[in-house]
């Protein structure tokens, strides 16, 4: 993390997701940050970020499964309360 990932700082309120809801705390031009609350049994689709996403889970658990560029599997995190997951540009 750098310093200039906080420069824009702010709160609004939670965007309803199928897997919960994420409030974006911190967005600049490279990076974002989010506070996730996770449902159980929900999910996503697989998708990519055009930024650097930093997740911190606030309530529940999401696995966070990183593809290479050819969209094989490359790894696959768990996330349990008050961690975090820094996911880079362009991983789906």
């Not at 700082?9 to 897997?19: M, R, S």
């Not at 049994?41 to 658990?61: A, D, I, M, T």
Request: proline share 4%; hydrophobic share 35%; charged share 25%.
């Amino acid at each position: 993390m750098t310093p200039d990932m906080f420069l824009n700082i702010f709160a609004i309120d939670p965007q309803e997701k199928v897997w919960g809801d994420t409030t974006p705390v911190s967005i600049n031009s490279t990076h974002e940050v989010h506070f996730l609350n996770i449902k159980r049994g929900g999910y996503s689709s697989r998708h990519r970020h055009e930024k650097n996403n930093l997740f911190y889970v606030v309530s529940g658990v999401i696995e966070v499964v990183r593809f290479d560029s050819e969209g094989q599997e490359k790894e696959g995190v768990a996330l349990l309360l008050v961690q975090e997951s820094e996911d880079r540009p362009h991983c789906a």
